[in-house]
């Protein structure tokens, strides 16, 4: 799943990935999921503001489901945007 919108400047763009395939190396034993996965950048350019941010629940844990992921994605750039522009 992925979703790509504007908010002039900036482009938001969210995208789900299951979390086997997200992470390289776990740091701890996690049960497997989605992370939703942030990137911003500028409307006119591909290159983020931001680095990447790949997110999980509020305990750090995957999501359990894509629409999760994606809800908590959206939110988290919109946020991240609210406060970039503050």
């Known amino acids: 799943m992925q979703t790509v919108w504007a908010r002039e400047p900036y482009a938001l763009n969210v995208h789900v990935q299951d979390f086997e395939g997200a992470v390289i190396k776990r740091t ?25 941010l790949m997110l999980g629940d509020d305990s750090g844990n995957a999501f359990d489901n894509e629409s999760a992921a994606l809800s908590a994605g959206v939110d988290a750039a919109n ?6 522009l503050a």
């Not at 942030?38 to 290159?47: A, C, F, G, K």
């Not at 946020?79 to 970039?84: C, E, I, K, S, V």
């Open 28 to 52: 701890r034993p996690i049960t497997a999921g989605f992370v939703a996965v942030v990137s911003i950048s500028l409307y006119s350019s591909t290159t983020p503001v931001f680095p990447p």
């Open 79 to 84: 946020r991240m945007l609210d406060d970039l």
